[in-house]
């Protein structure tokens, strides 16, 4: 089992910047960001591989960067130029197993952490 503790988040304004930080009990392989807004599906927003190599959605390329800090087994999502339509409560998500993998997809991962909800004012 692994478990995932989120921190970070908040409420800023339009054009402001948060960093969310997600830290595993254990080494874990791909990471990933996932968002849920009202009235939408879950969206990957960003993921990490082990080494190094990351995936973003269109919508936060060049806004958000996603990275990883292996020796603490934490990854973390800065988020810059926030737009109303990041609002969501945003989840951190983890895996170990080697079998075929997809950024994007959730069911891609097993293990999720409690969500931090992140708000964005215009």
């Known amino acids: 089992q692994v478990q995932l503790v989120e921190s970070g988040g908040g409420s800023v304004q339009a054009g402001g910047s948060l960093r969310l930080s997600c830290a595993a009990s254990?080494?874990?392989?791909?990471m990933g960001w996932f968002r849920h807004a009202p009235g939408k599906e879950r969206e990957g927003v960003a993921a990490?591989?082990?080494?190094?190599?990351?995936y973003y959605h269109d919508s936060v390329k060049g806004r958000f960067t996603i990275s990883r800090d292996n020796a603490k087994n934490t990854v973390y999502l800065q988020m810059n130029g926030l737009h109303p339509e990041d609002t969501a409560v945003y989840y951190c998500?983890?895996?170990?197993?080697?079998?075929?993998?997809?950024?994007?997809?959730?069911?891609?991962?097993?293990?999720w952490g409690q969500g931090a909800q992140i708000t964005v004012s215009s």
């Open positions: 998500a983890a895996r170990t197993s080697q079998s075929f993998f997809r950024p994007e997809d959730p069911g891609s991962y097993r293990y």
């Open positions: 254990r080494y874990t392989l791909q």
């Open positions: 990490i591989y082990t080494g190094g190599y990351t």
